[in-house]
């Protein structure tokens, strides 16, 4: 079956604008994490959506960032404002539960000029 | 709070050579652990994990790893490099109650010398 997909895969934007990056998990996976990659950093946790549940926010570094997740499938991160300090890789996972093992999609590289 | 550390940020092997990433993690009680390897241009994969039992884990494409409570350490190792190896390596904690957003450590990217 398919795995989990994002898109754009690359993102340039001007300093200021806002984005919107997209996942699509694997179907019928109930857990779906949000993490940001800086260059030679390990993984960021950002958000964590579970089931019907609310969203665990904690990781999100500021209140430009936000995220959403539709129908229990498809999430969009929308970063508001960009800065060049939000520059990174921007990964999505999911996993059949709390856990479980986490499949990650390839990533969105961001670059905020 | 727990901490997941890889004290390599690199290490250099000669493929057919034998390889050990280091892992250390902090936490009071027996966490769930993952080992992951990051290709590049790739996503994460999962090359295995440990939740419980014996302590040596098989994963996929020859790794195997470790769980030593007594030195807190999950260490990942292969008996014989290949090139296609070569890649940047996660490990991951867990708790196995409480908090279930997991840890990552900063990784270590594996060179591979022919």
């Known amino acids: 079956g398919a795995g989990v997909s994002q898109s754009p895969s690359n993102k340039v934007t001007e300093k200021g604008k806002d984005v919107e990056l997209r996942c699509d998990p694997i179907?019928?996976?109930?857990?779906l994490y949000w993490y940001r990659q800086s260059l030679g950093q390990g993984l960021e946790f950002l958000i964590y959506?579970?089931?019907?549940?609310?969203?665990?926010k904690s990781g999100l570094p500021s209140d430009r960032f936000s995220a959403e997740r539709t129908g229990g499938s498809v999430s969009t991160l929308t970063i508001q404002r960009t800065q060049q300090e939000d520059s990174a890789v921007y990964l999505c996972?999911?996993?059949?539960?709390?856990?479980?093992?986490?499949?990650f999609g390839p990533g969105t590289r961001l670059l905020v000029l | 709070a727990q901490s997941v550390t890889q004290p390599d940020i690199h290490i250099t092997v000669s493929e057919g050579a034998s390889l050990e990433l280091r892992c250390n993690y902090s936490?009071?009680?027996?966490?769930?652990l993952f080992w992951y390897v990051q290709s590049p241009g790739q996503g994460l994969q999962l090359l295995l994990k440990?939740?419980?039992?014996?302590?040596l884990v098989q994963g996929i494409k020859g790794f195997e790893a470790e769980f030593k409570r007594s030195q807190s350490s999950f260490n990942l190792r292969k008996p014989s490099v290949h090139w296609s190896d070569a890649a940047e390596y996660f490990c991951?904690?867990?708790?196995?109650?409480?908090?279930?957003?997991?840890?990552f450590g900063r990784g270590t990217s594996l060179i591979v010398h022919p």
């Open positions: 959506f579970q089931g019907n549940s609310a969203p665990d």
């Open positions: 179907s019928g996976h109930t857990a």
């Open positions: 996972a999911s996993s059949l539960g709390v856990r479980e093992t986490q499949y």
């Open positions: 991951a904690v867990v708790s196995s109650g409480g908090s279930y957003i997991p840890t």
């Open positions: 936490y009071g009680a027996t966490p769930y």
């Open positions: 440990y939740f419980s039992g014996d302590t």
